[in-house]
């Protein structure tokens, strides 16, 4: 019963997916939405079309929380992506890519070429460590492949934990 009360205490859920490609000759993003399942979730869905293959990917994330504006937070890294997926040896990343492995298909080694996608993601407190503070949050992400930036993803969620 007190499991079930802090379940419904807890809101960690998507409010906003914004997509784009820097290059349209190497991405396009055919699919990039929210969709409300309920209150308290909501599914993100997002299909990218990557023109060629890709073997160098890296990724420059940021974590950014609201405070009149969307302030630099905890976090802020660079990452080789084909890297982490072979060893996964970044804790910070590897818990991120506990959210959301199991919906998405860039589960496999580099090359990446073709539909890559992302179904029916949703957040889930269970899968954090520790619980973050309440708040607005966004994440921040540019996709660099062959030393471009040709993409940006920014999401963004809230966490309310009202205990």
Same mark, same amino acid.
């Given at each position: 019963m007190l499991a079930e009360a802090h379940e419904n205490a807890v809101v960690f859920k998507l409010t906003n997916a914004v997509c784009e490609s820097l290059n349209k000759t190497w991405?396009? &993003?055919? #699919? %990039? *939405?929210? *969709? !409300? $399942?309920?209150?308290? @979730? $909501? =599914?993100? =869905? #997002?299909? !990218?079309?990557?023109? /060629?293959p890709v073997n160098d990917v890296f990724i420059k994330g940021q974590l950014m929380k609201k405070a009149n504006g969307y302030k630099p937070w905890l976090y802020s890294v660079f990452f080789?992506? %084909?890297? &982490?997926? *072979? *060893?996964r040896n970044n804790p910070l990343i590897r818990l991120v890519?506990?959210? &959301? @492995?199991? /919906?998405s298909t860039l589960n496999h080694t580099c090359p990446y070429v073709g539909q890559q996608m992302v179904k029916d993601f949703y957040l889930r407190h269970e899968k954090l460590p520790t619980p973050l503070p309440t708040g607005e949050y966004l994440v921040l #992400?540019?996709?660099?492949? =062959?030393k471009k930036p040709q993409a940006t993803t920014n999401f963004y969620f809230t966490f309310v934990e009202d205990l």
């Open positions: 991405l396009d &993003f055919d #699919l %990039c *939405r929210l *969709r !409300a $399942v309920n209150r308290h @979730k $909501v =599914n993100l =869905n #997002l299909i !990218a079309i990557l023109h /060629y080789d992506g %084909c890297q &982490f997926i *072979r *060893r890519w506990e959210l &959301f @492995k199991e /919906y #992400l540019t996709w660099i492949f =062959n």
